[in-house]
């Protein structure tokens, strides 16, 4: 028997090993800081906790596979009926259901690109290949290219909004052009992972409407950022019930633990609470914006928990800056750094490392 490597698929040679947000290293004297993950920077609610240390009590049980308790509550506060929903392992692993019941072996995934470093890894372990479109030089999805980049082997487009790094939103006025060019039979998935944090006045889609009138729009949602519960893992998609069935189907066997189900239905339960630190967020991010547009910097409108700077070839410069004093920010070689929004102290100090920084 010959000895070495097992043969496994050659579609890996071209996946790159998703990087996470490194933890932050601590600096002399002054508390470190994560601010490359776009995490909420509050621990869980009291009233969270307690729910998940009672459901700790069950773990010897699966979960519930099809999380009735979860979707259900989630039908009810976003205005849909139950079997609309589709509760995941994050946001990110409905994207990977959509993906195994959408797309394989020859077909194309078309997204934005920059976008959330997930999209091209998940389309090509699919089979699929993705195909990106370059975003406006504001950091927008140039949807008229998004729209001329489906062909007969497309069978999913991929809209982020707000974007992940840039921020900006993609509009309703945006979303109905691209509905109304993609074929019917081709999904459209659009994630909303930072919703919570845009602006009522950013013309932002009501994407539960868009998905009611659009049997191919699939909507993810998550509960790791606004509700603050990315450690628990849980997300969910709103579609049409029959690509919900196929969703169920596609879904790795209890992937949505006890603990994460009883979280998420006590912080929707807990709403007014988590929707208050969410808005000292959102005042946080157009302080730390407007406060980096004084000092010159040309960064996109970011309607979510983190803002971008287009620094290019100076990537790495300006993530050590932030290093050496404590600060963890996302850098993407030659393109620019994202940095989360976090509490004031933390924003402050790298409004600091900003102002110091040679402008563009
Ligand atoms: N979508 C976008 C745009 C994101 O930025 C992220 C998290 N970085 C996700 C999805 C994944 O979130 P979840 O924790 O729900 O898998």
Redesign the pocket.
Known sequence: AASGVPRLRAVLDDVPSYVPGRPPQAADGVTPYKLA??ENPYPPLPSVLDVVARAAADANRYPDMLATGLTAAIGAHDGVPQEHVVAGP????VLSQVLTAAAGDGDEVVHAWRS?EAYPIVVRLSGATPVPVPLTADGRHDMPALAAAVTERTRLVVV?SPN?PTGPVVTAAEMDELLAAVPSDVLVVL?E?YREFVRPGAGAPDAVALHLAHPNLVVLR?F?KAYGL?GL?V?YGLAHPAVADALRKTAIPFGVSTLAQAAAVASLEAEDELLERVAAIVAERERVAAALAEQGWPVPRSEANFVWMPVGQRTAELAAACAEVGLSVRAFAEDGVRVTVAEPAANDRFLEVAAAFRRP
């Not at 994050?90 to 692993?93: A, D, F, N």
Request: with cysteine; aromatic share 6%.
């Open positions: 993950s776009n994050g946001s990110v692993g959330f982020c992940n994630d992972a998550t790791s990315a893992r997300g």
